[in-house]
């Protein structure tokens, strides 16, 4: 069935209804219980709908880049049905989105917002938002945002204009509710030095419960945190985009338990939504002190090609030694956008290691690998009295790719390892060791 025929029956549907009483900025529904509830607590407001609404197109100028529905021969997006509702900032950051709620019905889920402060008479624009994710079909609005303290809020929800070639569709129309959630901004946490503690995260954690912390705001629009292209990228070798995109960091002190990290919703089965763009996320897992960091795993996407492109890392902790997990979106560009992947998030520890890495709790050694990047041979020696030992390699993903046992100190052994970073354990009798190398054919 057509999409005009859909929203024909909708339209016939509405012909007998008036408009809502939210129709005009005038009208504007208070939405302060959306915000009322405490950090991480999530709330919602609805259903509402647009059913016989009326547009105002003396806004559509600001919407241009952020609104999608622009006619053929246009060069702004349309405002055409569209309601209101209005709050007062509270000083805390929140992400707020469009959602089916029971009973509600728009189609295609096709929302719009735009964010304003002012007066009804005099607004001023803050942010837009169109789509959660257009090209996967994620057609839900919405926004990460700071809510400064005491300053009145105007939020405008629009159905998308659809369409097809030169035709025109109709205007996504029905009922739906909006819902919020309070998250924490990591302004102050974008440096291994001002790294946010999460012990608590670990202390929640047993064999038959998974332990959450967060929710967590890395958005630019919600906690101001931008991309940082001079940054140090040791130990993030595995991101594929190659670029801090405003990485925040979180520090804990280990209790000598195997842990997986997961970036996740915030609570098994996910009762909580949050949402990161794409859930698009990347990680890299650090030891020892910030200004000489050892890494220790890194991960882009869990499965890439099942589109899992959430992030994940194993360990097993030592007790007593500071560990540093550095948490990155994927930096994203599309038809001449490009933006760092963001928005809200938590993180989630299971017992056990994921990644299988075995780090060893034996004294250090220091470890000569050349030539680095090698080719197909490679030269390794190590400190200490023991003149062999076995080497184990692992990919960046923390997967044994090779293993060599016995391997004569200052001898060269031959591989044949595809190009990229992986890390190399060395381990003896008493000692162990870890150093990375590339390989570049």
Known sequence: MRISTLLACVLATGSALAQPENDLCSGAIDISDLFAPGMGEGASVGPYSNLEATGDSTLAADLVDFWFDIAPGESEPTVDQNIWFKFTGDGNVYQILTWNCPGSAIYSNDTQMALYTGTCDSLSFVMGNDDMQPWWGWW??????????????????????????????????????????????????????????????????????????????????????????????????????????????????????????????????????????????????????????????????????????????????????????????????????????????????????????????????????????AQNALTLSWSGADATADVLVFDLTGKQVASWPNVQRGSQQQFDLPNGFYMLQINTDDTTGVTRLQVLR
């Open 140 to 373: 839900h609005a919405w926004m990460d945002f700071k809510a400064e303290e005491g300053v009145e809020y105007y939020l405008m929800i629009d159905g998308f204009n659809h369409y097809e070639g030169g035709t025109w569709e109709g205007v996504a129309q029905g009922s739906f509710c909006i819902g919020g959630i309070q998250v924490e901004p990591m302004t102050d946490h974008v440096a291994c030095e001002s790294s946010r503690g999460i012990d608590d995260l670990f202390e929640a954690t047993t064999a038959s419960t998974p332990g959450f912390v967060g929710p967590f705001n890395d958005s630019p629009s919600g906690s101001g945190i931008e991309m940082n292209p001079n940054a140090d990228m040791l130990g993030a070798e595995c991101w594929t985009d190659g670029v801090d995109d405003g990485s925040v960091w979180f520090s804990w002190t280990g209790d000598g338990n195997p842990y997986t990290i997961t970036h996740s919703q915030c609570q098994e089965g996910d009762e909580t939504f949050v949402y990161y763009f794409a859930w698009d996320s990347q990680m890299a897992l650090y030891k020892g002190d910030c200004g000489e960091l050892i890494p220790i795993s890194c991960n882009e996407d869990i499965d890439f090609d099942a589109g899992s492109f959430w992030s994940q890392v194993g360990f097993n902790s030592e007790e007593g030694e500071t560990y540093y997990l550095r948490f990155d979106g994927y930096h994203w560009e599309n038809q001449g956008y490009e933006w760092k992947a963001s928005g809200a998030f938590c993180l989630r520890a299971d017992l056990g290691n994921i990644n299988g890495i075995e780090e060893d709790v034996r004294t250090e050694l220091v470890i000569d690998a050349y030539p680095n990047p």
